[in-house]
């Protein structure tokens, strides 16, 4: 995907006519990209590690014991580490102002991948805990 995002933004390094300034850089919709940026990397990265903490000890024993996630963000929400992920991708689009379309169907795909893997993880989940497992909302509260 990073090579296609460079090959699609290529043409305008090319182009004569964009005067490139710095002050183009530092909009309120470039602020908002990085701060959604870098707001989504650190929510996924704390929900990562409170799921990897949940994670059994390496044994001998036939079939590991499993715990739910205990993380406020996971009480009515299945994986919102998946709803961070979303939001990386949705502020790389925001970045750009949406023109590129590698973009556009990167974040079209991580939508819909992360929904039909969410939905298999709450369907394990039920399997696993009965009622506590369920949860109301699969990837994003409000949603689906």
Not at 42 to 59: G, I
Not at 69 to 90: C, M, Q, R, S
Not at 128 to 138: D, N, T
Request: proline share 6%; with cysteine; glycine share 4%.
């Amino acid at each position: 995907m990073s090579l296609a995002v460079w090959i699609e933004g290529a043409s305008n390094i090319r182009d004569p006519d964009a005067s490139f300034r710095v002050a183009q850089l530092v909009t309120p919709k470039t602020m908002l990209a990085v701060a959604l940026f870098i707001g989504a990397t650190v929510r996924q990265y704390t929900l990562h590690s409170h799921l990897a903490s949940l994670r059994p000890p390496t044994s001998t024993a036939s079939k590991p014991e499993y715990k739910l996630p205990t993380h406020p963000a996971f009480l009515n929400t299945v994986a919102p580490h998946y709803t961070a992920e979303i939001g990386i991708y949705a502020a790389m689009v925001l970045a750009n102002s949406g023109r590129n379309l590698t973009l556009w169907c990167a974040l079209v795909w991580v939508v819909v991948n992360l929904s039909v893997s969410a939905t298999s993880s709450r369907e394990w989940m039920i399997e696993m805990f009965g009622e506590k497992g369920r949860r109301r909302w699969v990837i994003m509260p409000g949603v689906c």
